[in-house]
């Protein structure tokens, strides 16, 4: 649209009986294209929602089970007036929590059993009955097969082509939960990387410490009075190495940095090589991520928990390159867990709220690099304040459901600051497909992409499997 010509003759638009159309005749034109135009990108996204649906209907025997939304309901005791002493402290004091949270947080509470449920409850692949083989309990006690509780916190899974085995890797947390100060956060002295094998994403291997604290060496990175959280790994064909992205920290997480360290074999032992402030900027919680095409990218929380990091890493995948972009500016998100389908690329992220637990976000971008957009909570079912609290748990990483396009696992830590060895894992379907049932926060008008969908289940398991299945 020009600007208007004071010396230009207006031109005129002829009606029925000569008339000239009005200026708001134009307007209104103006108006109709738009919505025509609207149209068309409303049938093409109805295209595109089928093909995303194509999913949920033609192998709906499949998914129907994962798909149901259950419902957990409870009843949270009145409040007492007064905060509990025993409740862990908010690291921002002007927030206003949830009722729920305030009793997660308690570790007095008389509905902690729902959080945390007994130990006689465990997961026990070695000793499960027939009823109970192969399903997850979010939340429960999970045993390794020498009946310990697996300790793989924060971490990832790695799915390694050359001996066709998962390998989860974590923070091996168990020792005694302590503050370093007054104000300082709940922590565990480090005691290393754990590693657990499994074939079948149910029956874990301890596979020992692959990546083991400093006792003596107080200036080292590894030493146990320091920081070790979220680590990663991924390999590298070309050089023949795994390669672990872990984030690194004084007590007082004023350090904020990447540390670095490699192995011949997933099972390590991995060697240290250096900490670093990738491109130059604090950085927290930290995940990498490797794209079909064997680039390599790190995601961190950076400049204070505001705005997120991204960009490539070296062929060798041992340090950053020079591009980066900052995401989500301003959205204060933690915790990124990034996966990929049909060529499009999804992430769950967090809030910052300390050990509380909050609402998730799902986002979604055609490049790693982004723009990324949000859509939005993507959990389903357990109730309200379950879905605004990521069924009170946190992300960490996203595993490909085997055989299953289009079905991942949510993989999440129900952290637990009064024994943070005692913290439980939160592992949940979730689906890629159907249309997202609100526009995008920062577009005009509904998005091309399908809805990410995590569903809450007390019991479930992975489709299709059976007790014959076991390794």
């Known amino acids: 649209m020009g600007m208007r010509n004071k010396y230009r003759k207006p031109t005129t638009l002829h009606c029925n009986a000569g008339s000239r159309c009005s200026t708001f005749a134009m307007v209104w034109s103006f ?55 025993h409740a862990t402290k908010s690291k921002n004091k002007n927030r206003r929590t949830h009722p729920i949270v305030d009793e997660f947080l308690d570790k007095k509470s008389h509905i902690r059993h729902v959080f945390f449920p007994d130990k006689r409850t465990a997961i026990d692949p070695m000793n499960s009955a027939g009823n109970d083989s192969f399903y997850y309990f979010p939340g429960r006690v999970w045993l390794d097969t020498e009946g310990n509780p697996i300790q793989a916190h924060g971490g990832g899974v790695l799915y390694d082509e050359r001996s066709e085995t998962y390998y989860w890797y974590g923070e091996y947390k168990d020792g005694p939960t302590y503050h370093a100060h007054k104000r300082g956060a709940a922590r565990v002295d480090v005691i290393g990387v754990g590693c657990y094998s499994s074939k079948d994403l149910w029956t874990w291997k301890n596979e020992g410490i692959v990546l083991a604290a400093k ?83 790190v995601m961190y929380s950076s400049e204070n928990n505001s705005v997120l990091h991204v960009g490539p890493l070296t062929e060798d995948y041992l340090d950053v390159a020079h591009v980066m972009r900052r995401i989500l500016v301003g959205q204060h998100r933690e915790a990124p867990a990034l996966f990929k389908h049909e060529g499009t690329y999804y992430m769950i992220t967090s809030g910052c709220t300390g050990w509380a637990p909050n609402e998730a976000m799902a986002h979604v971008a055609d490049s790693v690099m982004g723009p990324w957009e949000t859509f939005g909570n993507p959990c389903m079912g357990g109730n309200k304040m379950y879905r605004l609290t990521t069924f009170l748990a946190q992300s960490t990483f996203v595993i490909p459901m085997p055989g299953q396009p289009g079905a991942f696992i949510f993989m999440a830590d129900r952290w637990n600051p009064a024994d943070l060895r005692d913290s439980r894992y939160v592992w949940l379907p979730l689906l890629v497909g159907g249309p997202v049932d609100a526009p ?9 992409w399908s809805r990410v969908s995590i569903y809450w289940h007390r019991k479930w398991r992975l489709p299709n499997r059976s007790s014959s299945s076991t390794n």
């Open 31 to 85: 108006m109709g294209c738009v919505v025509l135009l609207h149209l068309i990108s409303v049938c093409r996204q109805k295209d595109a929602a089928n093909e995303g649906n194509h999913l949920r209907t033609s192998n709906r025997p499949i998914y129907l089970e994962l798909e149901t939304v259950e419902e957990d309901n409870f009843q949270i005791p009145p409040p007492k007036g007064k905060r509990s002493p």
């Open 215 to 297: 006792e003596t060496n107080e200036t080292h990175d590894l030493h146990k009075s320091k920081v070790l959280e979220r680590p990663k790994v991924i390999y590298n064909k070309k050089t023949r190495k795994y390669v672990m992205w872990m984030h690194i920290d004084d007590a007082n997480y004023t350090k904020a940095a990447v540390g670095i360290a490699t192995s011949d074999y997933p099972t390590g032992p991995f060697d240290y090589l250096y900490s670093k402030r990738p491109h130059g900027f604090d950085s927290r919680d930290v995940t990498i991520f490797k794209d079909d095409d064997g680039i390599a990218y």
């Open 440 to 448: 995008l926060e920062y577009s005009f008008g509904f998005p091309l």
